[in-house]
Every structure is written in structure tokens, then in C-alpha cells.
DNA sequence: AAATGGTTTAACCAAGTAGTTAAAATTGTG
DNA sequence: CACAATTTTAACTACTTGGTTAAACCATTT
């Protein structure tokens, strides 16, 4: 048994079988592919991982958790909204631009096979508490206008994700490269809190 | 020949093949299940489409069109950024409501292979034009703040898209049903212009 | 009736796919 | 070395899938 390895064999499986399924989704990838990816044999992908239901469920566990882990984090640190906001944009963005087909991937296959799926993401529902409770707080101190807290989350979340998840449409019509998309988000960082906050501040 | 037909098998096929391949996608879609949808053959569904590739493109290239043609025409009635919005707005959010799976299939099969589909969406750079004209206006006016069009646009497509695209994630955190889910769009033809027009307005 | 074109039937093929198996080879461990 | 776990090899299965073929069927038109 290798007890010291730069990398387990199980985590190179799940490394390349996420690079796969997050380019190809789940119907598209073939098993193949994920142990040429891996350096292994197919026999040895199906010894770790019975079949891809499983690999592939392992994959979107593991995904899962870091899109929402880190991100809603900082919103619990904070105690005022509209630094939450600012902090909340800025950690999305920034893990985004490591991991840019994320969001599209997980919302893809949501949308694909909502029933078994939706149980991976319940972590959003703990940062929801979270924000209610600064949304709560600001509300109380009348320094935001009369908005469902709910609508607000949708309008940042939407802010945030639809740029890397509309990512080939949007650079196509605005003929931007690479380089352009990445110097437009990190614009964002500062334009997308401001804009939000500009429009609910009572 | 059938001249008198109130469908033509084409079209009866293009239809069942937008239902099946919108579901599942194209990697996922089987001909012989299109054919079942269409209530027809597997021979004539290659009759009609020689492959799967064809059948796919015809799809998509109809549903980019149904996207784009009817949105981006109420900007190009409108001579004012404000009205322009709110117009486009309650357009998309109406026409979305009628096929709410309609961006995410687009989305996703334009993440997949942009290459070759990209080119079905050249009918939203006409749109884009239209849009600029009237930014352009309004910041002449000087009744807008200092902001890049270009942001602005991708903003309000994210507050359009994002609630159909992220559907099951939204539903289940927020604890949603269906109906609760399409008064929610209902609410956001008015609320969605309202937040954008309060940050932009100069 | 003959011809035409859409449609069905039913079988077929070649390639690909997930998954299995069993034996051999390799590697680390005591 | 001996033992056990990991990894490879290579073949094989059962099944699916896109696509083809050829003959027959049927409704209209000529």
C-alpha cells in the first residue's frame, strides 16, 4: 500500500474525471477517456469506482462543495451587508477565474438530473441563513429599500455566475479574447457590488 | 405528396427533436426516441435528416432564432434606454415563461461546441447595435452615470437568464414550487427594471 | 391503371460503450 | 524472501447507438 504519495491514485481518478465531466457533462464523457486522463487502465478505474454513476456522483460531490464551501464563508464573517456583498463578489469571481466551467457544469447537470443532484448542494442552504441575517439586520436599520431578500439573492448570484456561464455567447458578440473576458471580470470585482449596492441603498 | 396537412413531418419531426434534444442535449438524445416523439420511424427520421449532427443543427439554429428575433426587437422600437429596458425585460421574462428551458439549452450546447454554433447566434450582434445606439443617447443626455455599455448589457441579461438557467438550484434553496417560481417571475418584470434603472440613473 | 413520393417494416451492420474477468506483473512491507 | 495490495494486460460480454438497406405499402396524382 503507497502510504506516501505526492497524490493517491483514488484523487488522480477524481482530478482527471472532473476535468472530463466538466468539459463533456455526464452523457458525453466516456470512461475511456477519464483513465487515459488519469495515466491508468480502465479495469483499474472500475476497481475504484464501481461505474460512472458513481465516479460520476463523486465528482459532482467534490464540486459541489467548492463552488459553495469557500464562497458563503465570507458572507458568515461579515456583520454588514453591503460588506458582505463586496466580500461575497469578490471570493466568487476569484474562485471562478481558477475555475471558470464550474458553474456551468453544475447547473448543466442539475438541470439534467435535478432529483438525485439537488441533495449535493444543500451547503447553499446554510449560507442562506447566513445572509438572511445581515439582509435582516440592514432591513431593521432602514439603510436598504424595500426588497424581497430572496430577489436580491438572485440578482447577485446572477451577477456573479452568468459571465463565466454565458461565457462563449458574450465573448462572440462583444469579440472579446480571452484576456478581455479575464480583465473584464476582474473589473466586476469592484463594477457588480457597486452596482448593487447602488440600487438598494434606501 | 401531402400538400393540405396542418403539420408537415418536417416540422412534426423538427418539433419532437427541439423536445428531446432541449431535455436531455445532444450527447444525451437518441434518434430513436426522437422518432417515437415524432410518431414516426427511425428510416424516415434519416429520410428527412441524413444525422444526427444535421437533425441537432436544425434544432438549435430554430431555437437560436426564436431567442434573439423577438427580444431584441423591442429595443429597437424603444427611442429610450429606460422604456428600451423595461421593454426588453417583461419581452424575455414572457417569452421565457413560454420555454423556460430555452436558455439553458442554448447555453449548454454553445459551452460544448462553440465552433461550430456560435455562428447561429450572429442574430444577436444586430441586437447589440440597436441597444448601443440607445446607451449612447441616454449618455448623451448625460441621464446616466459613467458605466461600460457592454457591463450593462451583460447585466441585464444575467438578471433576465439566470433565474431559467440556475431553476433547480434556485427552487430548492429558496424551498420553491413551480407556481411559486413563475410568480416570482412575474414579480421580476417589474422589479428587475426598477434595479437596474435605480443603478444607472444619473 | 400506372406512376410518383412519402412511409413502414424489418432486418442488418459497424462502431462504440459500460462493465467484467482472470491471470500476470509490479510494488511496497514485514 | 514471502506476502499482500496495487496495477497492468488483454480479451471478452452484453448491449446500445447511429446509420443503412431493400422491399413492400399506401395515398394522390396523372
Known sequence: MATVKEETTEQRILDAAREVFTRKGMAGARMQEVADAAGINKALLHYYFRDKQRLFEGVFKGSAERQFSCIWQVLAESDDLFRGIERFVSAYLDRMLEEPMLPQFLISELNRDPKTLLEYIDRGKAGRAHYLRLFEKARSEHRIIDI??????????????????????????????????????????????????????A
Chains 1, 2 share one sequence.
Open 148 to 201: 424581497d431578500p430572496r430577489e436580491l439573492l438572485v440578482n447577485i448570484m446572477a451577477l456573479c455566475a452568468h459571465p463565466f456561464i454565458a461565457r462563449p455567447m458574450l465573448t462572440h458578440i462583444h469579440g472579446m479574447n480571452d484576456e478581455a473576458f479575464r480583465r473584464m471580470i476582474q473589473k466586476r470585482r469592484k463594477t457588480v457590488p457597486e452596482f448593487i449596492i447602488r440600487s438598494i441603498r
